[in-house]
């Protein structure tokens, strides 16, 4: 691939996080308009749409057996988890809080890609996913500080959406390893919605999950147009960053999406956020950057290394 190539690819990449940035909201307007199945059936029609006329169908016989059978599943349940880990979470604060915990995937994507795809790392990485851990519980804490029994007490009362949430980032952060490893040119963006959008359509289809929040609105029907074309533009864009260009610069890019995400959920759907989920969020992103720190001086030094040791073999032939 020439330099040119991975350039353009990581420019289409950089896309991804703008469009996750408004995410949580869209999903979050989605729900209360029109309900768990109806909404992400609608959500997922016009992603499939948008997808089908930008990337197209794959040719699913050249793609790596591998990559299709676990990679794509994981892109599904990322997806699956994040929207339902939005639907059961109670008001426009804590959609933001598990937001923030989905927002772990970050870090995780490279931790992922130092343990399995064999990029190379500082030590600092390490406390680097741990001080994004430490801003998702300082968020969680809220307020009235750290206590062992209010956070347990808290986690407790909505477990269920932290606990998608937390796996939707560790299933994402998966299938961008694997889509680095196996992907390829491969970009099954347009078949991992349409299973999506299959699954919820059988839900509504069965009656189940058709409770509607609220009434449908304009608001509603807005967030159904732009949550479709950004989930589906974001997803795209990135699966071809990730497959072909600089990983280490679009998640050093999508570091700042909770960011993006805060204040776009603030103006959609009124989230209140007070100083100390604010401080939450930039433990989360200083967390992340340290940890994209720690990967791209990691390659570096192996390109260093690996350019001597070439330089060095030259000068032995001569």
């Known amino acids: 691939m020439t330099i040119e190539a991975s350039q353009r690819a990581t420019l289409i990449g950089l896309l991804a996080p703008v469009c996750w940035g408004m995410g949580v909201a869209l999903v979050r307007g989605i729900a209360e308009g029109f309900g768990l199945a109806q909404g992400q059936t609608l ?22 057996r591998r ?31 598990v937001g923030m915990v989905n927002y772990l995937w970050p870090a995780l994507t490279l ?7 064999g990029v190379r790392t500082r030590w600092w ?9 430490a801003g998702i519980i300082h968020i969680l804490a809220g307020e009235e500080g750290f ?34 490893a196996w992907g390829g040119n491969s970009n099954l963006a347009t078949i991992v919605f349409a299973i999506d959008l299959a699954i919820y359509a059988t839900l509504w289809a069965l009656g189940i999950g058709t409770e509607a929040i609220g009434e449908s609105s304009g608001h509603g ?53 007070d100083a100390t989920f604010w401080t939450g969020v930039a433990m ?17 030094a192996l390109k260093k290394r690996e350019a001597l040791q070439r330089a060095a073999g030259g000068e032995k032939e001569i």
């Open 43 to 64: 959500l997922y029609t016009v992603s499939v749409i948008c997808l089908f006329l930008v990337v197209g169908i794959p040719k699913l016989s050249t793609v790596d």
């Open 67 to 97: 990559y299709l059978f676990l990679g794509m599943p994981m892109a599904n349940i990322s997806s699956l988890c994040f929207c339902l880990a939005i639907f059961f979470s109670a008001g426009g604060k804590q959609t933001m809080e």
């Open 111 to 117: 931790l992922f890609a130092v343990l399995f795809n």
């Open 125 to 133: 990485i390490v406390p680097g996913v741990l001080l994004a851990f």
């Open 147 to 180: 206590s062992a029994a209010g956070f347990a007490a808290r986690l407790a009362e909505h477990s269920l959406s932290y606990i998608l949430a937390l796996g939707a980032a560790l299933s994402w952060a998966a299938f961008s390893s694997m889509t680095k």
């Open 221 to 273: 029907i807005v967030s159904v147009i732009f949550g479709g074309i950004a989930i589906g533009g974001a997803y795209a864009a990135w699966s071809h960053g990730v497959a072909k260009g600089n990983v280490t610069l679009l998640a050093l890019a999508s570091y700042f999406t909770p960011v993006l995400s805060c204040l776009f959920a603030v103006i959609w759907i009124g989230a209140e956020l």
């Open 284 to 300: 989360v992103v200083a967390g992340s950057l340290l940890c994209w720190d720690a990967t791209d001086r990691g390659v570096r």
